[in-house]
T-cell receptor, first 114, second 110 residues
Framework: NAGVTQTPKFRILKIGQSMTLQCAQD?????MYWYRQDPGMGLKLIYY???????DKGEVPNGYNVSRSTTEYFPLRLELAAPSQTSVYFC?????????????FGDGTRLSIL | SQELEQSPQSLIVQEGKNLTINCTSS?????LYWYKQKYGEGLIFLMM?????EEKSHEKITAKLDEKKQQSSLHITASQPSHAGIYLC??????????FGPGTSLSVIP
């Protein structure tokens, strides 16, 4: 019963490097989300997707890109890592729009940019 | 845009004590969700409140939605170390999204 799986769990990047945060869900959920969590700031939505091939920006999309070629996977790409992107990143999924069904969260990716 | 505030920001209680966490919205609440986050882990859904005056309970955790006050309260009875973590409220936003509060960090001392 995997649910939402995020990899890697931890990563340290140098400024200017790029990387992809992986997110996979095995619940056949249409809706997927990427959040970042900074201390005392709650969760901020980066990007979201309502189905394969459809993505849209959230509150804080700058510096990130996403793709959704299949229902299962929703990777988040950092092209030019900056110290401001040091954060904990969470991927979530839901079967319907969030107002009707709760979101299921992965365990997060802890990213440090040095 | 809608904003959520949570109080207190952090809380330390002795095991067995009761406690209350509040979530206040800047706009009318049409629904609200409570999540718990264990330190270093993802969020776990606790409960969803959809109507003013609605009250739900899960084990020793009770949440209530007060529409008029634009507020929800989460009450834990006889706290245990297993209750420790960060509690976040969230509200639906623009059809497909959710806004989360900043969270309340709870520590329970045995």
């Amino acid at each position: 019963n995997a649910g939402v799986t995020q990899t890697p769990k931890f990563r340290i990047l140098k400024i200017g490097q790029s990387m992809t945060l992986q997110c996979a869900q095995d619940m056949n959920h249409n809706y997927m989300y990427w959040y970042r969590q900074d201390p005392g700031m709650g969760l901020k939505l980066i990007y979201y997707s309502v189905g394969a091939g459809i993505t849209d920006k959230g509150e804080v999309p700058n510096g990130y890109n996403v793709s959704r070629s299949t229902t299962e996977y929703f990777p988040l790409r950092l092209e030019l890592a900056a110290p401001s992107q040091t954060s904990v990143y969470f991927c979530a999924s839901s079967s319907q729009r969030f107002s009707n069904q709760p979101q299921h969260f992965g365990d997060g990716t802890r990213l440090s940019i040095l | 845009s809608q904003e959520l505030e949570q109080s207190p920001q952090s809380l330390i209680v002795q095991e067995g004590k009761n406690l209350t966490i509040n979530c206040t919205s800047s706009k009318t609440l049409y629904g609200l969700y409570w999540y718990k986050q264990k330190y270093g882990e993802g969020l776990i859904f606790l409960m969803m409140l959809q109507k003013g005056g609605e009250e739900k309970s899960h084990e020793k955790i009770t949440a209530k939605l007060d529409e008029k006050k634009q507020q929800s309260s989460l009450h834990i009875t006889a706290s245990q170390p297993s209750h420790a973590g960060i509690y976040l409220c969230g509200v639906p936003y623009q059809y497909d999204k959710v806004i989360f509060g900043p969270g309340t960090s709870l520590s329970v001392i045995p």
